[in-house]
T-cell receptor, first 114, second 112 residues
Framework: GAVVSQHPSWVICKSGTSVKIECRSL??????MFWYRQFPKQSLMLMAT?????????EQGVEKDKFLINHASLTLSTLTVTSAHPEDSSFYIC??????????FGPGTRLTVL | DQQVKQNSPSLSVQEGRISILNCDYT??????FLWYKKYPAEGPTFLIS?????DKNEDGRFTVFLNKSAKHLSLHIVPSQPGDSAVYFC???????????FGTGTSLTVIP
């Protein structure tokens, strides 16, 4: 079955540094990938939709210069949190949309900014 | 390989009847299970959860049942309402709580 992986699964960084999170679809091609951030009470907020080869579409309130998304290939999308601050500490989850219109979620990346 | 599976991609139910959404898992280390509801173009919204020490958790119209021996959980919605029409994802976590494992979702349509 289709699997989406994320790397790293857990990252701790200092305030002001940048962190890159990778999202890979392992046995399917994902033209579209989504990035979510988990909020209290466990709901996931859609941050952006990324389409391979084009600029990501960001949801209202999400700073595109802070959360850089690159979808360079059909199997890889990256989220870079630039100049991270403690308030960026969260759980980030990606998902890939297969051509069957099925959405496969990654296991998530826990970011802790000190 | 998918460790959490939702084998029914879609389900249609008449308004007022019970909706039963099923989820199976393979990893016996999972000890916390969640159900999410998702509307198009939005992130999944947390609905209800259950710990592995329980076999049932109820919240209003929503009840989740866990059968650990069968590695199976189900979400019951009763009575179903048209506003319940959405995609429902089940998810599981291990006791370290560091990663989610999502199913692929079941699209529920409640017919008025």
């Amino acid at each position: 079955g289709a699997v989406v992986s994320q790397h790293p699964s857990w990252v701790i960084c200092k305030s002001g540094t940048s962190v890159k999170i990778e999202c890979r679809s392992l046995d399917f091609q994902a033209t579209t990938m989504f990035w979510y951030r988990q909020f209290p009470k466990q709901s996931l907020m859609l941050m952006a939709t990324s389409n391979e080869g084009s600029k990501a579409t960001y949801e209202q309130g999400v700073e595109k210069d802070k959360f850089l998304i690159n979808h360079a290939s059909l199997t890889l999308s990256t989220l870079t949190v630039t100049s991270a601050h403690p308030e960026d500490s969260s759980f980030y989850i990606c998902s890939g949309l297969a051509d069957t219109d099925t959405q496969y979620f990654g296991p998530g990346t826990r970011l802790t900014v000190l | 390989d998918q460790q959490v599976k939702q084998n029914s991609p879609s389900l249609s139910v008449q308004e007022g009847r019970i909706s039963i959404l099923n989820c199976d898992y393979t990893n016996s280390m999972f000890d916390y299970f969640l159900w999410y509801k998702k509307y198009p173009a939005e992130g999944p919204t947390f609905l209800i959860s259950i710990s592995s020490i329980k076999d049932k958790n109820e919240d209003g119209r929503f009840t989740v049942f866990l059968n650990k021996s069968a590695k199976h959980l189900s979400l019951h919605i009763v009575p179903s309402q048209p506003g319940d029409s959405a995609v429902y994802f089940c998810a599981a976590q291990t006791n370290t709580g560091n990663q989610f494992y999502f199913g692929t979702g079941t699209s529920l349509t409640v017919i008025p």
